[in-house]
């Protein structure tokens, strides 16, 4: 059986009770919205790219705690990071919590790696990776709303 | 006069076992992570007891073959097995005749051959569709498809806080150019049970026909046709202990025989030549292609299970047990029950404070306790409370008060891990 706590681990809670970058900048130049019907959760995320550098990243929306807590550590890990490592990083994640890779194969990921425990939730795999479609298909420039279904 | 024991024996009899109802459906004697299933879905679908299991496995080793066609044995049992099934739901439902029991395959396919046969044909640009604030997806987009193709309205009964449907709002919306009133007995996300009786002897004042959404009321209520008095009614089995991907839409007759068919193909003619064909009779009309038969056949198995336990009793039990809920909900900190009508079936749509309802039902599965989470099919009502989703726990016959503690238990655990 898994364990609960796994799933719902305290750095997870606390990025759910105090979502850090929520917010819409001003100069963001890139931004999509994503959506998952089966629970309702909504999001936007907003970059600032220059010269192929996330120089600022945030999101808002409304959902579950583990899309909260993954689009706040989302933006945490990727606010500095050159495109070509944030690629990387969606790689790194989405195996994480897919259960592609072991869960100790966390190398890169910092923080990130709390969710390894999605992997035991199969429905929960969406709420994880919602922010980072939308994130993927804000920096590819895609006009389209993110449905995970 | 009656000896003292015998009074206590009859009156063990008129009281619900549920422990012996559970008996009857296996599914319930597992474990889910080492807890005892706490199954609390009903209103998505019911489990179902070993005689419609038996039904369906008894038509398959013994009796499979197609109906109304073969000249065989096996067609001929097989045939009248499915027909039986449809003489209980006439008895079940009160209807007037065999032939308004139409088979579909669930109340959505009831509701879209009301709207492609009935309504499409008579329906002009400025007409109007009524269905109310609290309806299920099935019963509003098959009247937004449509409305669009023929430049219809749709219009909204509006509700309460409390998830009432406006009464005096709905006679100011019976207007002229309404062709037809589309509304839920009792609400899948609400619990409502809405006073369909009187709504359509108001509609009826002005001719207008009235359809009702019966899902959610043919498992737990007394349904009757008749008394009600309405012109469509449609529900799906799987809601009621039956099997999946079949169900019925009643109709009058008189409307159904002046109605189209809705698909064309097998069954449904009685003769065919490339230059005319000539439909069947009533209910085949409306029923093309091999059904469901194996489905019908053990949808009539839940129904006598149903009349064994009783209508009444169940209705009488599950509303004792909706009591003993709402009451342990209201002692719960932090918890909210959305759908608060006086005349409630089954429902229980709550929210926990600060906590997402997917993480509330991720928690309670953990729990071993099965319960919805989401829009529940019904966006609107959802939009209307301001809520991106709710949590619902769904009563049938054979849950107890003990997994409705099992419940509040498992809801103080959600508070717990969220502190």
């Given amino acids: 059986?898994?364990?609960?706590?796994?799933?719902?681990?305290?750095?997870?809670?606390?990025?759910?009770?105090?979502?850090?970058?929520?917010?819409?900048?001003?100069?963001?130049?890139?931004?999509?919205?994503?959506?998952?019907?089966?629970?309702?959760?909504?999001?936007?995320?907003?970059?600032?790219?220059?010269?192929?550098?996330?120089?600022?990243?945030?999101?808002?929306?409304?959902?579950?705690?583990?899309?909260?807590?993954?689009?706040?550590?989302?933006?945490?890990?990727?606010?500095?990071?050159?495109?070509?490592?944030?690629?990387?990083?969606?790689?790194?994640?989405?195996?994480?919590?897919?259960?592609?890779?072991?869960?100790?194969?966390?190398a890169g990921l910092g923080k990130l790696a709390v969710f390894s425990g999605v992997r035991d939730y199969p429905v929960r795999v969406k709420c994880a990776t919602l922010a980072w479609h939308t994130m993927k298909a804000a920096l590819d420039e895609s006009q389209e709303t993110v449905a995970t279904e | 006069m009656r000896t003292a024991s015998e009074i206590i024996r009859n009156e063990k009899d008129l009281a619900f076992d549920?422990?012996?109802?559970?008996?009857?459906?296996?599914?319930?004697?597992?474990?889910?992570?080492?807890?005892?299933?706490?199954?609390?879905?009903?209103?998505?679908?019911?489990?179902?007891?070993?005689?419609?299991?038996?039904?369906?496995?008894?038509?398959?080793?013994?009796?499979?073959?197609?109906?109304?066609?073969?000249?065989?044995?096996?067609?001929?049992?097989?045939?009248?097995?499915?027909?039986?099934?449809?003489?209980?739901?006439?008895?079940?439902?009160?209807?007037?005749?065999?032939?308004?029991?139409?088979?579909?395959?669930?109340?959505?396919?009831?509701?879209?051959?009301?709207?492609q046969s009935f309504v499409r044909p008579r329906l002009e640009r400025g007409d109007e569709i009524l269905i109310s604030a609290m309806e299920h997806h099935s019963n509003i987009v098959p009247w937004q498809i449509l409305c669009e193709e023929k430049g219809a309205r749709l219009r909204i009964i509006p509700m309460t806080q409390q998830g009432e449907l406006r009464l005096d709002e709905y006679e100011g919306l019976l207007g002229p150019r309404v062709r037809l009133v589309s509304i839920a007995h009792v609400s899948n996300a609400l619990g409502t049970v809405n006073p369909v009786r009187r709504m359509i002897e108001l509609a009826h004042r002005r001719n207008i026909p009235v359809l009702v959404d019966g899902a959610q009321a043919a498992p737990h209520l007394r349904v009757d046709v008749a008394d009600l008095d309405c012109d469509f009614y449609t529900f799906s089995g799987h809601k009621m202990y039956g099997p999946t991907g079949v169900g019925v839409l009643y109709g009058k007759s008189a409307l159904l025989e002046a109605m189209p068919p809705y698909q064309g193909g097998g069954d449904m003619i009685s003769s065919v030549t490339f230059e005319k064909t000539i439909y069947n009779r009533l209910p085949y009309k409306f029923e093309a292609g091999t059904p469901n038969i194996a489905g019908g056949i053990a949808l009539g198995a839940a129904i006598d299970y149903l009349e064994a336990l009783g209508m009444e009793r169940i209705a009488s039990y599950e509303h004792e047990l909706l009591k003993y809920a709402t009451e342990t909900f209201s002692q719960l900190a932090g918890v909210r029950l959305i759908g608060t009508a006086k005349e409630k079936a089954s429902v229980l749509s709550f929210v926990v404070d600060g906590v997402h309802p997917h993480d509330v039902g991720t928690i309670l599965d953990q729990e071993g306790i099965a319960i919805r989470t989401g829009h529940h099919c019904a966006q609107p009502v959802m939009d209307f409370f301001n809520l991106p989703a709710t949590a619902r726990a769904s009563l049938?016959?054979?849950?107890?008060?003990?997994?409705?503690?099992?419940?509040?238990?498992?809801?103080?655990?959600?508070?717990?891990v969220f502190s």
């Fill in chain 1, 1 to 106: 059986m898994p364990d609960l706590r796994e799933l719902y681990q305290e750095v997870i809670l606390d990025h759910h009770k105090r979502p850090r970058n929520c917010r819409k900048p001003g100069d963001a130049n890139k931004h999509a919205d994503g959506y998952n019907p089966l629970c309702g959760d909504k999001v936007s995320v907003f970059l600032r790219v220059e010269d192929g550098v996330v120089r600022d990243i945030a999101f808002q929306g409304s959902g579950c705690a583990i899309s909260t807590a993954s689009a706040s550590m989302m933006t945490e890990s990727l606010k500095g990071k050159s495109e070509t490592e944030v690629e990387q990083i969606f790689e790194r994640f989405h195996d994480l919590v897919t259960g592609k890779t072991d869960a100790g194969d966390v």
């Fill in chain 2, 18 to 115: 549920v422990h012996r109802v559970r008996a009857d459906f296996p599914i319930l004697k597992q474990k889910i992570y080492g807890k005892p299933l706490v199954y609390l879905d009903n209103a998505a679908t019911t489990q179902k007891p070993q005689a419609v299991i038996d039904a369906l496995v008894h038509f398959y080793a013994n009796d499979c073959a197609n109906i109304h066609r073969g000249v065989h044995l096996l067609s001929e049992r097989s045939t009248r097995a499915y027909e039986d099934t449809r003489t209980r739901l006439k008895r079940f439902i009160h209807a007037a005749d065999e032939k308004e029991i139409i088979f579909v395959r669930g109340a959505t396919e009831g509701v879209n051959l009301v709207a």
């Fill in chain 2, 396 to 416: 049938a016959f054979y849950n107890t008060r003990e997994e409705i503690d099992a419940l509040a238990a498992g809801i103080r655990k959600v508070t717990e």
